[in-house]
């Protein structure tokens, strides 16, 4: 059979990316425990594509893809694309899984345990011999203000906050570690399941921890910047404001520590 891959293209122009998006598997991340955990991803692959190339076999994609599922560990992703490298002939390959990822927590009070999901994505890129890999995590925790503390007689307003992560890694850290940091920066982490005493000491140690999402920011940027195992880093903390029509939000960046 012909491979109108190979054949000439119209234009003799070199593509930078050429892959495929949305690809829907199950997929399973090696955990802090070594235990597995079983969980959906939402898969981008991709090469680069040089200008005697009309296509790519979006099969060998899948293939690569397919061949790694069962077990996402440390060096995954990386073999992955070194074997796309050679199995299309490319300078370039980028590969990211989007995927839901379950920590299970204990109510502070009665020790109920239920699981807590965070959003995660992995991504790795190698660009022209240069390799990058990085982690994505939202992560929901509970802020209390620490105006409305200082101001009221009778409380302080409260709300859910999200903590966006992204860091390029120097070498592997659990994402239990990673969230674990970012909940402590925080009034308060966030629970799934909680019973009537759990609620009266998550609400009192929040208000025993004001924080502005000011704070949130600055408190998790000097923890990641201490980390070895990072590379660099960008954060954003939005307060999803409880007597506000907007959100509140702040941002900052490994450069800060330039």
């Not at 955990?31 to 898969?43: F, G, R, S, V, Y």
């Amino acid at each position: 059979m012909i491979d109108m891959q190979n054949t000439q293209p119209t234009y003799a122009l070199s593509l930078k990316k050429v892959g495929i998006n949305d690809l829907i598997l199950p997929i399973a991340i090696v955990q802090e425990n070594t235990d597995l955990q079983h969980t959906i991803a939402n898969i981008s692959v991709a090469t680069s594509l040089d200008e005697n190339h009309k296509g790519t076999h979006m099969s060998r994609l899948i293939e690569s893809i397919l061949s790694s599922c069962e077990k996402i560990e440390q060096d995954t992703l990386k073999n992955i694309a070194e074997n796309l490298l050679i199995r299309l002939d490319a300078k370039n390959a980028y590969i990211s899984f989007d995927f839901p990822y379950f920590i299970e927590k204990k109510s502070p009070h009665t020790q109920k345990i239920a699981p807590v999901s965070y959003s995660c994505k992995l991504t790795y890129q190698i660009n022209e011999n240069k390799h990058s890999y990085s982690y994505t995590l939202k992560i929901p925790v509970m802020t209390l203000c620490p105006c409305s503390k200082a101001i009221s007689q009778y409380g302080a307003h409260s709300q859910r906050a999200f903590i966006d992560l992204s860091v390029t890694i120097n070498e592997h850290i659990h994402f239990e570690k990673l969230i674990k940091i970012a909940e402590n920066t925080a009034s308060s982490p966030i629970y799934t399941l909680l019973k009537r005493e759990d609620e009266k000491c998550i609400t009192e140690q929040a208000y025993d921890n004001p924080t502005f999402v000011e704070d949130v920011a600055r408190n998790l940027a000097q923890e990641i910047h201490k980390l070895k195992e990072i590379h660099s880093f960008t954060l954003s903390v939005e307060s999803i404001e409880s007597i506000h029509n907007h959100n509140a939000f702040a941002s900052i960046d490994s450069s800060s520590f330039l």
